[in-house]
T-cell receptor
Framework: DAGITQSPRHKVTETGTPVTLRCHQT?????MYWYRQDPGHGLRLIHY???????DKGEVSDGYSVSRSKTEDFLLTLESATSSQTSVYFC???????????????FGEGSWLTVV | GENVEQHPSTLSVQEGDSAVIKCTYS??????FPWYKQELGKRPQLIID?????GEKKDQRIAVTLNKTAKHFSLHITETQPEDSAVYFC????????????FGTGTSLTVIP
């Protein structure tokens, strides 16, 4: 599982409330990512981080913010959740994998978020 | 940025037949092309990859081919089995530098016993 854990795994929240998803890794990897997965859209990058306090936007960053105050944790926050943010959220880390001869992405188990 | 297109979106095959999934990419700087398999309710998991200086790679019943000139790559599954039923994603990105991987929209493969 590449040492990635996500929490919470399932959450139902009301429109307009703030929500924070946590991604925790145990192996000190520099790069961490947040993706959302929706039918017909595949996996779309929300934000990513390339080090402590170093983050950047992905292709669907509107309505989301992130923070990385320490290497092992990458937090995704929905400041005011909307129904369009109902999705499955995957955290991922980038590892240089000798078996696969290059950087590759390993995913956490996912967080199912429903905004009602 | 990179744009990865994947086809077909759904694919049904009889057990024992072959399945082929195709992807195209736009950024000639991409040089690493992994494939992921996602079972229902699970995380995407890496099953095979290919890098740009290689034209084909095989691992038992799965193989990937890459045509860098045409900017397309394919996943081939032979002798399909019911446990191959899943959603498959292709991706494109940098092998050793750069920050982002771009994913296709997925192919839902059903293997009919």
């Amino acid at each position: 599982d590449a040492g990635i854990t996500q929490s919470p795994r399932h959450k139902v929240t009301e429109t307009g409330t703030p929500v924070t998803l946590r991604c925790h890794q145990t192996e000190n990897h520099r790069y961490m990512y947040w993706y959302r997965q929706d039918p017909g859209h595949g996996l779309r990058l929300i934000h990513y981080s390339y080090g402590v306090k170093d983050t950047d936007k992905g292709e669907v960053s509107d309505g989301y913010s992130v923070s990385r105050s320490k290497t092992e944790d990458f937090l995704l926050t929905l400041e005011s959740a909307t129904s369009s943010q109902t999705s499955v959220y995957f955290c991922a880390i980038r590892i240089f994998d000798r078996e696969y001869s290059g950087n590759t992405i390993y995913f956490g188990e996912g967080s199912w978020l429903t905004v009602v | 940025g990179e744009n990865v297109e994947q086809h077909p979106s759904t694919l049904s095959v009889q057990e024992g037949d072959s399945a082929v999934i195709k992807c195209t990419y736009s950024d000639s700087a991409s040089n690493y092309f992994p494939w992921y398999k996602q079972e229902l309710g699970k995380r995407p998991q890496l099953i095979i990859d290919i890098r740009s200086n290689v034209g084909e790679k095989k691992d038992q019943r799965i193989a990937v081919t890459l045509n860098k000139t045409a900017k397309h790559f394919s996943l081939h599954i032979t002798e399909t089995q019911p446990e191959d039923s899943a959603v498959y994603f292709c991706a494109a990105g940098p092998r050793t530098t750069g920050n982002q991987f771009y994913f296709g929209t997925g192919t839902s493969l059903t293997v009919i016993p």
